[in-house]
């Protein structure tokens, strides 16, 4: 209170009562204050001002409290205040490592994002997938940058560091190694009888049909000098045989015969020496033949821009006779000197590098590969892997099937101890222990089990129309069966081009092996048949088949079995329908039967009528009606057919406007049974 006895507000607002220590305290303003405080800092004192001078002067100023909505805000303030805000966080940037390929749902794992969201980002990005389909790693680093994170791109598995690390070796012996050649040729051009001249053996008479149906590898001695042979087969069938032995070889040997000149399959086994880039020495054979020009050979050859040394080329050239043996020195004294320029030192030393040429099972043995050494020595009893297989070598047996302890480079060997068989083309490494052999294998088996999993492509509008458009198409599914891996190789590779967009051939599984009761059930199940190539089946498959109803096919030439599923395939074509007009009638007077209804009255003009056939109703060059005859007659017969110049009464099956100078036109309809 001030001297005038009036109520002040200047002094007593500024500063609220004082709060007494006092927990018993009988304070008149407590609890008024108690209940007015509110948990907005900027309004505390304010009230408690008015308070203290409410009660000292009586009435409030209504006018000077907060209103409701004031409070209500000012609440909401504080709790926000002291709220910790989840929405204003920032993101956590992860580290995301991504393999070659990897999942959607696993990528979405390493995001810790959620999967549907992944699949949406997907999408924009023209990417249709669904959360267990493999994406590759370009798109999922595309994908983790787009969500904010790190993207951590893997390298490739990579294996040779980790086997040059298990095959080094302190000791050094570089020395040169015998050259690989490689025989290539058109079919029947005398490759194998060449040879069989150069090691005095007859493989010819082994093969069917004459023709090489496996690559077969050989050594042959000349003038101190060791030379290994390949000899891979001619036919069109072998293009990925041929190319493979191409790239195995240092020399490639084209033979030409002189009476043939150059044929397709030469032009092949060309474009692959050039694709390998290896040398090409050349021999023209069966030089021996009456009126035969080698020098047409050498011109043909010019198109295809091998030029020879007698024409100032860089090839080496020679005309030989393989039958009876004339210049074959000089042809193997051409390989050596070609081979005197290429560098073939390798380690013989560390443990074995080899290539498989071919593989296979034979009885009592197990899987057997056919491989030859590029670099280092394979002994009895080393651990090697090779693909997706490995083993221990159980035995190395030489080109005459002898025993051998151990294999040095640029030799040819068959190899025991495979746990699998393996694909020809492998690199087989031989390893220190079982352990380093196993754990290279997981690798290999790990890299070919990512890479087999198809990465989804992005999808186009265009691309789903030209599917649907395509329809439906016949598949023949076949189950393949052979004595060796490169004759599948080469079948399965021919039959997949049989067909066109309307029928095809699909291979539900091929294996090397006898025909076993697994292979006739599947068969039996997908309505398909059996194709056994140089083997047979097991007597308890025979039995299932034939209880099954399963056809199975035998085989020992690939051009032939080629041929024949052709034909078979063409039988599943839809037949063309072709239309051949047999005769035409011209309308001469109508009759009216109760029971016929108009009957024509015609003169045939050419060719012959029939019951059986189709007619057209042609009135001033215009079709008026197709359908059937109803009745043909011959005065008052019933008749099939009526011949040129003859009259005869038609009458339209269902039809009856016809009139006089009208034309009926009488056709067939043929099927033609379409071909490959």
């Known amino acids: 209170m001030n001297k005038d006895n009036k109520p002040s507000t200047t002094t007593k607002v500024s500063k609220p009562a004082p709060k007494s220590n006092n927990p018993t305290s009988k304070s008149p303003a407590a609890p008024i204050r108690k209940k007015l405080t509110i948990n907005a800092s900027g309004f505390q004192k304010k009230l408690s001002s008015l308070a203290v001078n409410n009660l000292l002067e009586g009435e409030p100023d209504y006018e000077k409290l907060p209103s409701l909505s004031k409070v209500k805000r000012a609440r909401e303030k504080q709790k926000t205040k002291y709220k910790p805000s989840l929405t204003s966080s920032s993101k956590i940037i992860r580290d995301v490592d991504i393999p070659i390929k990897i999942t959607v749902q696993e990528l979405a794992s390493r995001m810790s994002e959620k999967t549907g969201d992944v699949i949406k980002s997907l999408m924009k990005s023209g990417i249709m997938a669904t959360a267990n389909q493999y994406i590759d790693g370009d798109t999922a680093e595309l994908i983790v940058a787009d969500f904010g994170h790190t993207p951590n791109r893997k390298a490739s598995i990579s294996l040779n560091e980790i086997i040059a690390g298990y095959q080094k070796t302190d000791k050094s012996s570089i020395k040169p190694r015998p050259p690989i050649v490689t025989v290539m040729g058109h079919v029947d051009h005398g490759k194998t009888s060449l040879l069989d001249a150069l090691r005095n053996t007859n493989v010819t008479a082994k093969e069917s049909g004459g023709i090489t149906q496996h690559i077969g590898a050989y050594q042959v001695k000349h ?4 030379i290994t042979f390949l000899d891979t087969p001619g036919h069109a069938a072998f293009t990925n045989i041929r190319s493979r032995g191409a790239n195995l070889t240092d020399v490639v040997v084209l033979v030409v015969a002189a009476n043939d000149s150059v044929k397709p399959q030469t032009i092949e086994a060309i474009s692959h020496a050039k694709t390998a880039k290896v040398p090409i020495v050349l021999a023209i054979n069966k030089t021996d033949l009456p009126d035969v020009d080698a020098d047409k050979v050498r011109n043909d050859l010019l198109t295809h821009e091998i030029v020879v040394e007698s024409y100032q080329g860089d090839v080496l050239e020679t005309e030989i006779s393989a039958l009876k043996k004339i210049n074959l020195d000089k042809l193997l004294d051409n390989i050596l000197l070609q081979v005197d320029i290429l560098n073939l030192n390798v380690e013989h030393d560390k443990l074995a590098e080899a290539i498989v040429v071919e593989s296979k099972i034979e009885t009592g043995k197990g899987p057997v590969a056919t491989i030859i050494i590029n670099n280092g020595t394979l002994t009895e009893g080393n651990h090697f892997t090779c693909g997706p297989a490995f083993g221990k070598v159980r035995a190395l047996l030489n080109e005459r099937g002898e025993k051998v302890k151990q294999a040095t480079p640029g030799m040819p060997i068959e190899v025991l101890g495979f746990d699998s068989i393996p694909s020809a083309g492998d690199t087989l490494y031989a390893m220190p222990n079982e352990e380093a052999a ?7 088996k790990e890299q070919k089990l990512l890479e087999s999993k198809e990465s989804v492509k992005k999808s186009s509008l265009e691309e789903m129309m030209s599917n649907i458009s395509k329809g439906d198409i016949k598949k023949l599914p076949i189950i393949v069966k052979a004595d060796v891996q490169g004759s599948l190789e080469a079948i399965v590779s021919s039959l997949e081009k049989i067909g066109n967009d309307e029928v095809t ?26 194709i056994g190539f140089n083997i047979r089946a097991i007597p308890q498959a025979r039995a299932i088949a034939k209880r099954d109803k399963v056809d199975i096919r035998y085989y020992s030439i690939i051009y032939e079995l080629v041929d024949d599923m052709t034909k078979l395939l063409s039988g599943l074509l839809s037949p063309d329908t072709k239309e051949e007009i047999i005769g035409h009638a011209e309308v001469r007077d109508t009759f009216n039967s109760s029971k016929l209804g108009t009957i024509a009255g015609c003169y045939v003009t050419n060719g012959y009528v029939a019951n059986a056939a189709k007619i057209r109703l042609v009135r001033d060059g215009k079709i008026i009606h197709e359908g059937e005859v109803g009745s043909l007659k011959r005065f008052k017969d019933d008749v099939k057919e009526v011949k040129e110049n003859y009259e005869c009464g038609i009458s339209f099956k269902d039809y009856s406007d016809i009139i006089v100078k009208d034309e009926i036109e009488f056709y067939i309809t043929k099927q033609i049974q379409k071909e490959l």
């Open 505 to 530: 051939i699909n291979v539900v599984h091929s294996a090397i092996g006898a025909i076993n009761e697994s292979d006739v059930s599947l068969a039996g199940s997908a309505e398909g048949l059996v």
């Open 223 to 226: 003038k101190d000098s060791t």
């Open 438 to 444: 196993k754990e290279i294998t997981e690798k290999v």
